[in-house]
């Protein structure tokens, strides 16, 4: 089973920049997509950026011309660029793998979380 360890969290003041990297145990382009999901308390968790295996990204609203999915796949290794950082992006950022051993088969795997706060 693919391991995700995620890195890069930690504290900012407002328009600051962080950078989040996931290290996957495998090949990232054996994986049906990976991405970043966050989850604030008090809040559902929310989609923040996918990437699938042909390379399509997909971010939300909130973060739209603020953050930038990316990938090194020698590295095995998505990154999850964050710039301008509000004090509404603090929370817990989890890293994700949507994995399909079989034809009907999948499920996802998720990496430990790594806090982000954004404050003054």
């Known amino acids: 089973q693919v391991q995700l360890v995620e890195s890069g969290g930690g504290l900012t003041q407002p328009g600051g920049s962080l950078r989040l990297s996931c290290a996957a145990s495998e090949s990232i382009l054996s994986l049906n997509a990976m991405g970043w999901y966050r989850h604030a308390p008090g809040k559902e968790r929310e989609m923040v950026a996918t990437?699938?295996?042909?390379?399509?990204?997909n971010l939300a609203d909130s973060v739209k011309g603020r953050f930038t999915i990316s990938r090194d796949n020698a590295k095995n290794t998505v990154y999850l660029q964050m710039n301008s950082l509000k004090p509404e992006d603090t929370a817990v950022y989890y890293c994700?793998?949507?994995?399909?051993?079989?034809?009907?088969?999948?499920?996802?795997?998720w990496g430990q979380g790594t806090l982000v706060t954004v404050s003054s």
């Open positions: 994700n793998a949507n994995v399909q051993p079989g034809w009907s088969r999948y499920y996802d795997v």
């Open positions: 990437i699938t295996r042909a390379g399509s990204t």
